[in-house]
Every structure is written in C-alpha cells, then in structure tokens.
C-alpha cells in the first residue's frame, strides 16, 4: 500500500505512530497569514497555557508540540522539510534549531513558487517561499544533496565514437590548498604520448614522465592516485594544451555523462517553477483528479525534488496533509522509478468553509480533500489507499 490517510488531529494521530519509524517528513503547515489556525493550540499535557502574548506565540506554540512529535517518529537516519512563508521563517528556524537541534540543520531552501511575483499589497513581488530542511541526527543523515535531475546534458560537449558523452576534467587538482607539502603521496609522476593519448603510471615508448603544475608553474597533485590510475587507465587522456609558457603536456580524465551508480550533481538551494513546478501548476495537478478545491497546493515536483534525495523504498510522513500532495508525490516517483515507498498523511476532519469550492463539491473537510485526491490517484496511478479515521471530534 503506498498511501495510508489518518484523519484526526495530527497532535492525536503522531504519538501512536511507532518510534523512529519514517524515514523522511515533508509537511505545509498553516501559514500564520492572521487566519485562526484549524489545529487546537494545545499542548500534550492538555495544557492550555500560552506563556507568550501575540500572534508569532500563537503559531509557535501551536507548531512546538507538532515538531516534537515528529521528531519522535523519525528515525536516526531520517529529516524533516517544512514549507513556510515569510511570516513565520524566522521563527521557524530557531524553532526548529529548539527542537531538532542547530547542529542538524541541512538547508534553508529558496522556492520560487510564483515566478510573476504577487501583485497585491505593499512592497515588493514575492515570488518565493522557504523549505526549511533538519536531520534527525546529521552524522547519519540518509539524504544525499545530490541528485539526478540537477545534472545537465549540455555540461558534457563530446561524444565517443560509441556514442557516450563526456568532458574534460583536468587530473590536476585545482584546489591550492593541496599541494606537495599538503598532500604528498599525490604527488608523483605519470608518463603520457599527447599523440595516442595514452597515460600509465609507468613509463612506455613514446612516454613523457609529466608531474602535475598550477599554471604559474607551482608543483601541484593529481586527484586520483597511483592505484586508482592503474584501475582505471582508459578514462585518463594525454592532451597537448596551452599555458601560459606556451604548449605543454597534461593530463585530463574523461568525466563521463552515464557512469555506473547514476550521476549525481549537488543541488542548489534556490529551487526555480521550471524545475519543480508553481503554484499555478500545482492547481493544475489538484483540477485535473478532483477539481479546484484547494487554494495554494504545492506542486508535487516539490516533493518529488525532495524524494530524489534519498532511497526509494523510504517511509514518507505528512502530517499537515492538506491537498494530499505528498502522497501523491510519493505515487507518481513510484510509477516513475518502481521504487517501494510509503506515505503517512495525516490531516483532520475540519469543516471546509461556507460556500467554498470544496463544499460545492460535496467535500465537507479537509480530510474529504485529502481522501478524495489520493483515492483518485490510486485509481490513475496505482498503489492503493487505506484510509484510518481516528476520531470524528474536533477538539
């Protein structure tokens, strides 16, 4: 089953979840927009007390339990992502710093949501909001930075006569903070003919004994060392290039475009709509399985982006579940990739507003939307939906 839906409280449903039990939590919570939040400001104990005046109290003190349960249920290895808007980044962050600890912050990411800015109300367009990205514990931390999708095609110019695509890499390393005094096992001499291209760590007819340079002359290193060259000779290249002391030798590694484990690059922390998709696409994904009856869904590239971080078979936590973009997320990268994973929304079972398109539409809380979106993708999609109501009170 790849979707399961708790319909309660998520200050309900969270403790009954076993410990360290989810690998990763994406979650959109309620923005502190001057609304009235639609989750009890309540504390585990029952406690109803509020040490703090003003709105920002309200709203932290509303997420602080929240957190806390989260981090209950995530396991050592796993991460929390949180969506947020300016209203409340701040806060957040040193909430988060509280909770989950400084030490295992991993990002700040920019979104850019809404590329044409919004046009209403004073100051400047925004046109992003933040995920704010925690480890459980960072020293074990399963998310990988890199990913697949960061990579471009257009980085790797040449072709092999078989058709493989790849670049140049100088072998040298450029860094100048590792040098023959830094690093001196990398320092050592490898023989190549620019004519055939050829390199070995010995030397051979036809051979120039080459030892690595910075432009200006300086000794350098190599990256790789004597036993990686003998691994893998043929990905290493003798090139004739031209310094600024005129032509010389050098050698360069062939970087290739599809190399064996995936080719991953690092991704950036300004996440652009072209590469994850905006608010008005992620309208568009909410219209097409159930109708407009959500304002301001996330896009599920979003959380796609996020899910190729880590393994394919991870345990996927959402417990403000909203449109239930997550689990649909967590259903296409499935279908896309065959992976195993598994997605815990949880949203509760208040009254959709007064004559809003949801309502219209027959759907009377938001869990109805959450429900009605991952059934249908169950239905396009696969995967299948449990749905576990935990209490029809709102408290």
């Known amino acids: 089953m790849w979707n399961t839906l708790h319909v309660g409280d998520n200050l309900d449903v969270l403790p009954l979840l076993p ?40 709203w932290t003190a509303m997420m602080r339990p929240r957190l806390e349960a989260v981090r209950e249920v995530l396991a050592p290895h796993g991460a929390v992502f949180v969506s947020i808007d300016d209203n409340e980044a701040a806060h957040l962050r040193l909430l988060m710093d509280e909770v989950f600890g400084e030490a295992n912050f991993l990002a700040q990411v920019v979104v850019n ?7 209403l109300g004073r100051g400047f367009a925004t046109s992003h909001e933040y995920v704010l990205a925690y480890a459980r514990h960072l020293p074990s931390c399963a998310v990988d930075g890199a990913s697949t999708e960061a990579v471009d095609e257009a980085d790797f110019p040449l072709t092999t006569p078989d ?38 760590v010995s030397e051979f007819d036809g051979s120039t004994a080459l030892t690595p ?3 200006d002359g300086r000794p350098a290193v190599w990256r790789w060392s004597r036993p990686r060259v003998e691994e ?41 709509a072209e590469e994850i998709g905006s608010t008005d696409t992620a309208v568009a994904e909410l219209k097409a399985v159930v109708g407009h009856v959500f ?6 590239g979003l959380v796609r982006r996020i899910l190729s971080t880590l393994p394919a078979d991870v345990v996927v936590l959402d417990p403000f579940a909203g449109s239930g973009t997550t689990g649909h997320a967590v259903a296409l990268a499935n279908a896309a990739d065959g992976g195993a994973r598994r997605c815990i ?12 398109n949801a309502q219209l539409a027959g759907l009377a809380t938001v869990a109805d939307i959450t429900r009605a979106r991952l059934a249908a993708v169950a239905e396009l999609v696969g995967g299948g939906l449990e749905v576990v109501v935990k209490s029809p009170d709102i408290r």
Do not use: M
């Open 295 to 300: 304002e301001s869904p996330k896009p599920t």
């Open 232 to 272: 893998r000779p043929d990905d290493l290249e003798c090139r004739v290039i031209r310094g600024r002391s005129g032509e010389r030798a050098d050698i360069f590694q062939r970087d290739w475009l599809h190399r064996e484990g995936g080719r991953r690059k690092k991704l950036r922390t300004i996440w652009l």
């Open 113 to 119: 949501l809404n590329p044409k800015g919004r046009q």
């Open 213 to 215: 340079v910075f432009g």
């Open 345 to 356: 929304s949880i949203n509760s079972a208040e009254p959709t507003r007064a004559g809003s």
């Open 163 to 200: 058709g493989r695509r790849f670049r140049y890499l100088p072998l040298r390393n450029t860094n100048k903070k590792f040098n023959p005094v830094s690093t001196p096992t990398l320092h050592y001499p490898l023989h190549g003919d620019p004519a055939t291209g050829r390199v070995s």
């Open 19 to 58: 410990a360290a039990s989810v690998d990763v939590v994406y979650t959109d919570p309620p923005y502190n927009t001057g609304n009235d939040f639609a989750y009890a400001d309540r504390f585990r104990d029952g406690s109803h007390a509020d040490p703090y005046a003003g709105r920002h109290a309200a």
